[in-house]
């Protein structure tokens, strides 16, 4: 595994993680009755959240990339 590919997966946890923050927040804001400030971070947590899936699948093809480079070097 590379070190870019470590590094998007480090990124991909941290972003899915901290979204949990934002729901976190989006349950707070609820508990106070700002349906407004809910919406809008619950919003924001899900962009997050899809960010990080992005990033992840990123790390996922470049590991694949990496395999069929080894693999198609090795049988050459």
């Given amino acids: ?4 590919s470590f590094i998007y997966d480090l990124l991909s946890g941290a972003l899915l993680l901290g979204s949990l923050y934002f729901f976190y927040q989006a ?6 009755r700002d349906y407004v400030a809910s919406v809008l971070t619950a919003g924001i947590a ?3 959240v899809r960010v990080g899936v992005e990033v992840g ?3 996922l093809v470049l590991r ?3 395999r069929e ?3 198609g070097r090795a049988g050459a």
């Fill in 1 to 4: 595994m590379s070190q870019r």
């Fill in 27 to 32: 349950t707070s804001f609820l508990m106070g």
């Fill in 46 to 48: 899900l962009v997050v």
């Fill in 57 to 59: 699948r990123m790390a």
């Fill in 64 to 66: 694949r990339r990496e």
């Fill in 69 to 71: 480079g080894a693999g």
